[in-house]
């Protein structure tokens, strides 16, 4: 090839790359005063195929102010124009309310394309606020991915988050409302994940975090909280000691005495990390088509992730987007810690503390979620069931999941496809459902635990194909 007709193929292949790669423009059709429409990063990265119609109805609408928050025990309503924890009566769990009824019919699930491939794409249902932006770093609407294992299977991969963990949503939603109140220090127990979450958005927002986490969560959180600023303190012990370490410590302290304390961002223990982990909910319903599934399994340490799906789900209808039809909601947990499968089991409504518990699925070791009062009442609502995994289902469908999909999955998300296989076998599910597996995290972060929990089960797998070490030549 000659120089000047190889200058005409790059400029050829040049122009078709530009055709065919993402924008960086900023979404027409979006008012200057929308939120955040100025400066960030996120908005302004749309792929040219979605951009909307220009003078289309995409434009995001003005913000929704919080109606009120409202206590799933007693239903009182309270105000949400300063930081609430739980129901000051009853310590139900607050939910977010919106004037739902008044959005209807203006917001349409068509207008929702071309927006941000974030969480923030659904902003009128989330807390924020006019001329504020959210605290985000990316994160949600993540891949719904088809399985190649069973044609009527879908991956939801949350290992994609920020911070590599769906507990990125959540984080989001609260520490965007903590800056919103003038939160200056956060403080959660957390079981890993959640921590290295917080520390990010707090990193992200110029928030202090302080972070209490047992002492063998996976080296990833620990490290990942570490760099990001955040104050951590390892517990020689649970998840729920942990937790009770931050409440002392608050009320020691005096929040809300004044506001130079700790605020206590727990799972469900404040109002804002539901709504983030509520997006999933929607999106499963956008990325479906707007058709749910029959089936939705989801790993289940605090429960977090199920409960705003469902509170996402009765929006959805609220707004007129989906009908009244719901999929069996599906909690998997680890066999060592299964606090919600036994009481699902017995046929109570709430949970007993789990004793001992003990599994390598670190963000599974909840011996007692806040909210099992919620998750098991989705549960029945939903024509669902509860399931348990032991650490070597799990680490065998760790491995299967990565060679057979290609997906390397935190051995919670991994759960998922035990609980699946289960359901499978015992005629729960058919091949004809369609069902929605969450993988929660990424195994990327469970690096050492993996490698222990091989080695505790002293199962060298007869599948793997590492050959061994050789030196170098
Ligand atoms: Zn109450």
Same mark, same amino acid.
């Given at each position: 090839?000659?120089?000047?007709?190889?200058?005409?193929?790059?400029?050829?292949?040049?122009?078709?790359?530009?055709?065919?790669?993402?924008?960086?423009?900023?979404?027409?059709?979006?008012?200057?005063?929308?939120?955040?429409?100025?400066?960030?990063?996120?908005?302004?990265?749309?792929?040219?195929?979605?951009?909307?119609?220009?003078?289309?109805?995409?434009?995001?609408?003005?913000?929704?102010?919080?109606?009120?928050?409202?206590?799933?025990?007693?239903?009182?309503?309270?105000?949400?124009?300063?930081?609430?924890?739980?129901?000051?009566?009853?310590?139900?769990?607050?939910?977010?309310?919106?004037?739902?009824?008044?959005?209807?019919?203006?917001?349409?699930?068509?207008?929702?394309?071309?927006?941000?491939?974030?969480?923030?794409?659904?902003?009128?249902?989330?807390?924020?606020?006019?001329?504020?932006?959210?605290?985000?770093?990316?994160?949600?609407?993540?891949?719904?991915?088809?399985?190649?294992?069973?044609?009527?299977?879908?991956?939801?991969?949350?290992?994609?988050?920020?911070?590599?963990?769906?507990?990125?949503?959540?984080?989001?939603?609260?520490?965007?409302?903590?800056?919103?109140?003038?939160?200056?220090?956060?403080?959660?127990?957390?079981?890993?994940? /959640? !921590?290295? *979450?917080?520390?990010?958005? #707090?990193?992200?927002? &110029?928030?202090? =975090?302080?972070?209490?986490? $047992?002492?063998?969560?996976?080296?990833?959180?620990?490290?990942?909280?570490?760099?990001?600023?955040?104050?951590?303190?390892?517990?020689?012990?649970?998840?729920?000691?942990?937790?009770?370490?931050?409440?002392?410590?608050?009320?020691?302290?005096?929040?809300?005495?004044?506001?130079?304390?700790?605020?206590?961002?727990?799972?469900?223990?404040?109002?804002?990390?539901?709504?983030?982990?509520?997006?999933?909910?929607?999106?499963?319903?956008?990325?479906?088509?707007?058709?749910?599934?029959?089936?939705?399994?989801?790993?289940?340490?605090?429960?977090?992730?199920?409960?705003?799906?469902?509170?996402?789900?009765?929006?959805?209808?609220?707004?007129?987007?989906?009908?009244?039809?719901?999929?069996?909601?599906?909690?998997?947990?680890? /066999? !060592?810690? *299964?606090?919600?499968?036994? #009481?699902?089991?017995? &046929?109570?409504? =709430?949970?007993?503390?789990? $004793?001992?518990?003990?599994?390598?699925?670190?963000?599974?070791?909840?011996?007692?979620?806040?909210?099992?009062?919620?998750?098991?009442?989705?549960?029945?609502?939903?024509?669902?069931?509860?399931?348990?995994?032991?650490?070597?289902?799990?680490?065998?469908?760790?491995?299967?999941?990565?060679?057979?999909?290609?997906?390397?999955?935190?051995?919670?998300?991994?759960?998922?496809?035990?609980?699946?296989?289960?359901?499978?076998?015992?005629?729960?599910?058919?091949?004809?459902?369609?069902?929605?597996?969450?993988?929660?995290?990424?195994?990327?972060?469970?690096?050492?635990?993996?490698?222990?929990?091989?080695?505790?089960?002293?199962?060298?797998?007869?599948?793997?194909?590492?050959?061994?070490?050789?030196?170098?030549?």
């Amino acid at each position: 090839m000659i120089a000047g007709e190889r200058k005409a193929d790059l400029a050829r292949n040049s122009k078709a790359w530009d055709d065919a790669s993402p924008k960086v423009e900023p979404i027409r059709g979006m008012p200057h005063d929308a939120p955040w429409s100025d400066q960030s990063r996120c908005w302004q990265l749309q792929a040219k195929s979605q951009q909307p119609r220009a003078n289309s109805q995409n434009a995001i609408l003005p913000s929704m102010r919080i109606s009120y928050l409202e206590c799933t025990r007693c239903g009182d309503h309270l105000t949400g124009d300063h930081p609430q924890n739980i129901c000051p009566k009853d310590g139900g769990v607050l939910y977010v309310r919106y004037d739902l009824a008044s959005l209807k019919g203006k917001l349409r699930r068509e207008d929702l394309a071309g927006r941000v491939a974030s969480m923030w794409r659904y902003a009128e249902v989330l807390p924020e606020f006019p001329g504020e932006k959210p605290v985000t770093l990316g994160e949600g609407f993540t891949p719904m991915l088809p399985s190649r294992e069973y044609p009527k299977v879908y991956i939801k991969d949350e290992g994609l988050n920020p911070t590599g963990s769906f507990k990125a949503r959540g984080m989001s939603a609260a520490v965007t409302m903590a800056r919103h109140y003038g939160l200056k220090r956060l403080a959660a127990p957390s079981a890993g994940n /959640a !921590g290295g *979450a917080l520390a990010a958005y #707090a990193a992200a927002a &110029g928030i202090e =975090a302080y972070i209490f986490m $047992p002492k063998d969560v996976p080296m990833a959180n620990r490290i990942e909280s570490d760099y990001f600023g955040a104050h951590v303190t390892l517990v020689d012990g649970l998840i729920s000691d942990c937790g009770r370490m931050v409440a002392e410590r608050i009320n020691k302290d005096g929040w809300p005495k004044n506001n130079d304390g700790w605020f206590d961002v727990s799972t469900l223990k404040e109002p804002f990390r539901v709504e983030g982990k509520k997006t999933m909910g929607y999106e499963v319903a956008e990325q479906l088509g707007w058709k749910l599934p029959q089936g939705i399994v989801y790993p289940t340490g605090g429960g977090v992730g199920m409960i705003g799906m469902w509170k996402a789900f009765d929006e959805m209808q609220e707004l007129g987007w989906i009908g009244s039809e719901r999929p069996k909601m599906i909690t998997v947990q680890a /066999a !060592g810690c *299964a606090p919600i499968v036994k #009481a699902w089991e017995e &046929g109570k409504s =709430a949970s007993e503390m789990w $004793p001992g518990a003990t599994t390598f699925a670190s963000g599974l070791r909840v011996p007692k979620a806040y909210g099992d009062y919620l998750i098991l009442d989705i549960i029945k609502k939903s024509g669902g069931t509860a399931v348990a995994a032991t650490d070597e289902e799990m680490l065998a469908a760790t491995r299967h999941w990565a060679s057979k999909e290609g997906v390397f999955a935190a051995p919670e998300g991994a759960a998922s496809l035990v609980a699946y296989q289960k359901l499978r076998a015992s005629g729960f599910f058919t091949a004809d459902d369609t069902v929605v597996l969450f993988n929660t995290g990424t195994g990327y972060k469970y690096l050492d635990m993996m490698e222990a929990q091989e080695k505790k089960l002293e199962s060298a797998p007869a599948t793997r194909h590492i050959g061994g070490i050789i030196g170098p030549y």
